[in-house]
C-alpha cells in the first residue's frame, strides 16, 4: 500500500470565462487522494472524455439543468466528466479488485477516489475507449427511442461532425435513411464527413443561408432532423419538412458556444404554422435522462456492426493531462471531429 500515489493531479477552473476559452480559465492542482471509505476504490484513469457542455458550466451564469450531468462550476472547482480507470486499490466491500477497469464520471484528473456502486466494469480484453466514452449511444437512443427512422427516409444531422453527430449520420443510415445530410463549420471537415461517414451532401456554415442549401441538398425535403445546433438550421429545417416530418431535439450549440459568451438561451424563430400543417412532431430529448437502458442495446447493436466493418468510431485524442484544456479549447473551436479523448 506504500507505493500508492498520495495525490492526484486534477484540472481545475481558475476563472469564469468571458468569450472564448483560453488556458489561462484553467489551473493543474495537486490535492492529496484521501484514505479509502467504504465502497471506495482509487483508480488510475487511462482516458476521458472532453465535452462541449463544460464550456457552459464554466461560465458565470452557469446553473444546475436538469438532464445535464455536469454540476455548475465555479473557480477553484475540480472539472469531471465519464472517464475509464483501473482499480489499483479497492476496500474489501467494495466488490471491485485491484486490476479491473471500470468506467466512471471523475475524469479531468489522473487519479481518483470513487465509488464503487457509482463504477461499471469492462472487458478489458475488448476494450475500445470511444465505444464507452463517446456519444453513438446518444446518437442510437435518440434514433430509435426520441424518434424513429422509416426505410428511405431522408434525415438532416446538425453539428453531423461532432461527438453526437459523427455517429448520428451513420446510424440514421444503419436504421435505413435513404439519404444522409449533415451541417459543419468548414469545408474540409464536410469532405470528410462524406468520405468517412458516409454523409451523401453536408452544409456549410459558411455565410450562404442555411435554407438555400438544404434545399439543394434536399429538393424533396426531409423527414427526420436530429438537431445539436438550433438557430438557423432549425428554421431551415422546419421550412423544408415534408409531411410527418419528426424532429428530435438534443441540444443547442449555437447557445453553448456562441462566441460572445456562452449561454443556455438558443432563441430561434421558427414558421410555428408548419407544424399543424405538415404534422411535424418536435421532440426535446435527453438519452441518459429518458432513456439510460438503451446504453446496452447500443452496445450489442456496435458489435455487430463493427463486426460487418459498416461503422466508424471517429475520435479525436490528446495525449496527458496537461492538454486537456487545450483539446477543451479546441473542441469549442471546432477543430477537432467526432468524440474529443484525452489519454493519460
Ligand atoms: N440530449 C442528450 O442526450 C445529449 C447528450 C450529450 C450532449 N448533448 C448536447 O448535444 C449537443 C452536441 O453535443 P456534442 O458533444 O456532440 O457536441 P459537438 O457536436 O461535438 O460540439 C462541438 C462542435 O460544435 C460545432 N460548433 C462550434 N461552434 C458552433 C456554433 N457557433 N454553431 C454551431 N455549431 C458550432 C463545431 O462543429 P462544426 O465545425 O463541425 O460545425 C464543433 O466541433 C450539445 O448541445 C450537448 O450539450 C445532448
Redesign the pocket.
Same mark, same amino acid.
Given at each position: 500500500m506504500d507505493s500508492l500515489p498520495r495525490v492526484s493531479r486534477q484540472v481545475t477552473l481558475a476563472a469564469h470565462p468571458e468569450g472564448q476559452l483560453q488556458s489561462a480559465h484553467f489551473t493543474l492542482v495537486e490535492t492529496p487522494l484521501p484514505p479509502l471509505g467504504p465502497h471506495q476504490v482509487l483508480l488510475r484513469n487511462r482516458w476521458f472524455r472532453i /465535452?462541449? !457542455?463544460t464550456r &457552459?458550466m464554466a461560465s458565470r451564469e452557469a446553473k444546475e439543468i436538469k =438532464?445535464?450531468?455536469f454540476p455548475a462550476l465555479k473557480p477553484g472547482d475540480a472539472l469531471a466528466d465519464a472517464a475509464i480507470g483501473e482499480v489499483i486499490a479497492a476496500t474489501p466491500d467494495s466488490g471491485l479488485q485491484a486490476g479491473d477497469t471500470v468506467l466512471h464520471s471523475l475524469g479531468w484528473r489522473d487519479y481518483a477516489v470513487a465509488d464503487a456502486r457509482q463504477c461499471t466494469v469492462l472487458q478489458r480484453e475488448r476494450l475500445e475507449p470511444a465505444a464507452y466514452l463517446g456519444?453513438g449511444w446518444?446518437a442510437y @437512443? @435518440?434514433l430509435t427511442r426520441?424518434t424513429h427512422v422509416n426505410r428511405g427516409d431522408t434525415v438532416f444531422v446538425?453539428?453531423? +461532425? $461532432?461527438?453526437? $453527430? !459523427?455517429m448520428a449520420g451513420q446510424i440514421a443510415r444503419r436504421l435505413g435513411a435513404g439519404q444522409v445530410i449533415?451541417?459543419?463549420? /468548414?469545408p474540409g471537415?464536410a469532405e470528410w *464527413?462524406k468520405r468517412s461517414l458516409g454523409y451523401d451532401a453536408v452544409i456549410v456554415?459558411d455565410g450562404r443561408p442555411i435554407v438555400t442549401q438544404l434545399a439543394e441538398a434536399a429538393p424533396g425535403g426531409i423527414d427526420v432532423f436530429v438537431d *445539436?445546433?438550433?438557430?438557423e438550421?432549425l428554421t431551415a429545417a422546419v421550412a423544408l419538412a415534408r409531411e410527418g416530418a419528426r424532429f428530435v431535439?438534443?441540444? +443547442? &450549440?449555437?447557445?453553448? &458556444?456562441? @462566441?460572445e459568451g456562452s449561454t443556455s438561451i438558443a432563441p430561434t424563430e421558427i414558421d410555428s404554422f408548419q407544424l399543424p400543417i405538415k404534422g411535424i412532431t418536435l421532440r =426535446?430529448?435527453?438519452? %441518459?435522462?429518458?432513456d439510460p437502458g438503451a446504453f446496452d442495446e447500443w452496445m450489442q447493436r456496435l458489435n455487430e456492426w463493427r463486426h460487418e466493418g459498416t461503422i466508424h468510431l471517429p475520435c479525436t485524442t490528446f495525449s496527458g493531462l496537461d492538454n486537456a484544456p487545450k483539446a477543451l479549447q479546441e +473542441? %469549442? @473551436? =471546432?477543430? &477537432?471531429? =467526432?468524440?474529443?479523448l484525452v489519454e493519460l
Open positions: /465535452s462541449v !457542455s &457552459l =438532464g445535464i450531468p456519444h446518444t @437512443a @435518440a426520441g446538425s453539428s453531423g +461532425a $461532432g461527438a453526437i $453527430g !459523427s449533415g451541417s459543419t463549420g /468548414s471537415k *464527413m456554415r *445539436m445546433v438550433g438557430g438550421q431535439i438534443l441540444g +443547442a &450549440l449555437i447557445a453553448e &458556444l456562441n @462566441a =426535446g430529448y435527453s438519452a %441518459c435522462e429518458d +473542441a %469549442c @473551436a =471546432g477543430r &477537432l471531429k =467526432g468524440v474529443v
